[in-house]
């Protein structure tokens, strides 16, 4: 963990992820969680050293993207083929259907607020567009919005009262007001790239998004005002999420879909959930 700041580094080897690599989220013990480890269809748990196995096979043709836990420690996944969010007993490893909204084109990213409600993008990739969808505590699915661009990283501010949803091919990030019944309004513009895409987006502890930049290879660290601080150079050119972990949780970690494997860099801030964590 001494790396100098922003330096990226392997944590696995190349390939032991299929190209599906996706969703990558860290446990209360430092594990990291990623979807399509050796095969679709299955979540990955990699240890701090850098093993990895097979945590779960996912059942009935699901496939997972986007990974967070709640705050009783249960996993909660959004799988695109069968329009579910899953939920996995970290004990047992049982799976069960959370949330299940036939209407959506497919769960993709997910983010989550401190009293556990779930957002989730939501794309169609072949028309580019997308929605955005909230699911409560309880289960239940509320649509927030509709004829998006192609909606993608999704993340909560550390204060709970902002959402941000990225559109990866309008290359467009939008901030919205969180309400405290979380509900959105004044959406607004935060930043617009002028070339590639984007993926998955998590926010340090101050607030600050780091983006992947899905095709350059880079992670764009962007401040609360939409300032863009500094890129992280990659090994790996397609990535498409992040997470941060790690015993101080400044440590970023990034799935890399064109490697089928995670990078990890160190940072000068812990990430929010990770904070979040510590009061669990």
């Known amino acids: 963990m001494d790396h100098p700041l922003y330096e990226s580094v392997a944590f696995t080897a190349r390939g ?8 990558p989220a860290c446990d209360r013990d430092g594990n990291v969680y990623a979807v399509n480890f050796e095969r679709q269809g299955t979540i990955g748990r990699i240890t701090p050293e850098g093993a990895g196995s097979v945590f779960v096979e996912l059942p009935n043709g699901s496939v997972g993207n986007g990974i967070r836990f709640n705050r009783a420690g ?15 007993d970290m004990r047992t490893r049982a799976i069960s259907v959370f949330a299940h909204e036939p209407t959506m084109n497919q769960p993709n990213d997910i983010a989550i607020a401190d009293d556990d409600t779930i957002f989730a993008s939501d794309p169609n990739w072949k028309e580019s567009t997308g929605n955005l969808w909230r699911i409560g505590a309880d289960g239940t699915v509320l649509q927030l919005e509709s004829g998006m661009g192609t ?50 987006m998590r926010c340090d502890a101050d607030g600050n998004l780091y983006i992947t930049r899905f095709g350059k290879g880079t992670v764009a660290k962007v401040s609360p005002a939409g300032e863009l601080l500094l890129e992280v150079r990659l090994h790996g050119t397609n990535c498409t999420n992040l997470t941060f972990g790690g015993p101080d949780g400044r440590t970023c970690y ?27």
């Open 151 to 200: 909606t993608n990283g999704i993340e909560v501010s550390p204060d709970n009262r902002t959402l941000y949803v990225n559109e990866s091919v309008q290359r467009r990030v939008w901030a919205y007001d969180l309400l405290p019944d979380q509900t959105i309004r004044n959406k607004r513009l935060l930043i617009e790239f002028p070339d590639f895409g984007m993926d998955g």
């Open 74 to 88: 249960d996993m909660l996944v959004a799988d695109y083929t069968n329009h579910n969010i899953l939920k996995v």
């Open 254 to 280: 990034v799935t890399l879909a064109d490697t089928g494997g995670v990078e990890r860099f160190r940072v000068d801030i812990p990430g929010r959930e990770w904070v979040m964590g510590q009061g669990k």
């Open 16 to 23: 032991v992820f299929t190209s599906g690599i996706e969703g």
